[in-house]
């Protein structure tokens, strides 16, 4: 589309409906990083909680791998989603409260005897990668070519 | 001719209504904040032109900038303000209703 051009209103709503197709497109990486997120918690707090040496220092280096990838990312990322952005704290402060139950109950469920520690570990390993695989999902599950992609507020 | 009748083309927002301030707003509403450089990969237009647009949209209140670094790389973010948005929906609305009226099927400039 040349700058200078005059805009017909089918020529400015199928620009408006390109470019938001493509700005959530990006976005979407946002959704994609929750969602692994989740699915890696699920995994290191198992390892944690239930593996021995050396799957443990195995999970603890995976967990600075994924973590540096994630700040990496993070810094590059050129847009952020706006279903993301309302998410946020709704996700960072349950999945945070999460983790530090799961360092509190972690001598219990290792060295507990019998399935009541099973039990514990396995919920709290639920509650932790729930808020992250929430908003992963319901940002990766957003239309993207919805009947009015403008306006979300 | 009229300048002011009564076609709802009239209601179009001329700080929005230009090809390249709308595909910034566009894009800006789709989001939360937006770097420069990925409007102006998605838009596909020179730095200059960007900025001169941004500066427009600044100007006008329908946009924010803000300058940063990380690390030694400079990064500049942009979102819509509220009164950006506003005038946006009120923007498509108008669009809307032009369509509605010419039956959908308008390729002339409105």
């Known amino acids: 589309m040349n ?3 005059e805009l017909s209103a089918p020529q400015a709503l199928g620009e408006i409906e390109r470019v938001a197709r493509q700005v959530r497109r990006s976005a979407r990486r ?5 969602a692994a997120l989740g699915v890696a918690t699920i995994v290191y707090w198992t390892v944690m909680h239930f593996a021995a040496q050396p799957y443990r220092t195995a999970a603890a280096l995976g967990w600075m791998a994924f973590t540096a990838v994630a700040v990496f990312c993070a810094f590059r990322m050129r847009v952020h989603d706006r ?6 704290w709704a996700v960072t402060v349950p999945y945070m409260a999460a983790t ?3 360092v509190l109950v972690g001598e219990y469920v290792r060295e507990g005897d019998g399935v009541l520690p099973v039990v514990v570990g396995i919920a709290v390993i639920a509650a932790t990668a729930a808020p992250p695989l929430y908003g992963g999902l319901r940002v990766l599950a957003m239309p993207r070519d919805p009947e009015d992609p403008v306006i979300r507020s | 001719m009229t300048v002011n009748g009564s076609h709802p083309r009239h209601k179009l927002d001329e700080i929005i209504h230009a ?3 709308l595909s910034i707003v566009a894009a800006l509403a789709a ?3 937006a770097d420069f450089r990925f409007l ?3 838009i596909e237009v020179s730095d200059s032109l960007l900025s001169k647009h941004i500066q427009t949209l600044e100007e006008a209140g329908y946009v924010r900038v803000q300058k940063g670094f990380v690390g030694k790389r400079a990064r500049t973010w942009l979102w819509l303000t509220e009164r950006g948005r506003e ?3 009120e923007y498509v609305s108008v669009l809307q209703e032009i369509m509605k009226s010419s039956g959908g099927t308008s390729d002339a400039p409105d």
Do not use: M
């Not at chain 1, 279903?83 to 946020?88: K, M, Q």
């Open chain 2, 31 to 33: 989001a939360e904040k």
């Open chain 2, 87 to 89: 005038a946006f929906a």
């Open chain 1, 30 to 34: 946002g959704g994609v990083w929750w």
């Open chain 2, 40 to 42: 102006r990969d998605t």
């Open chain 1, 83 to 88: 279903e993301l952005h309302r998410l946020s």
């Open chain 1, 100 to 102: 530090i139950l799961n």
């Open chain 2, 19 to 21: 090809p390249v301030r």
């Open chain 1, 3 to 5: 700058h200078r051009e």
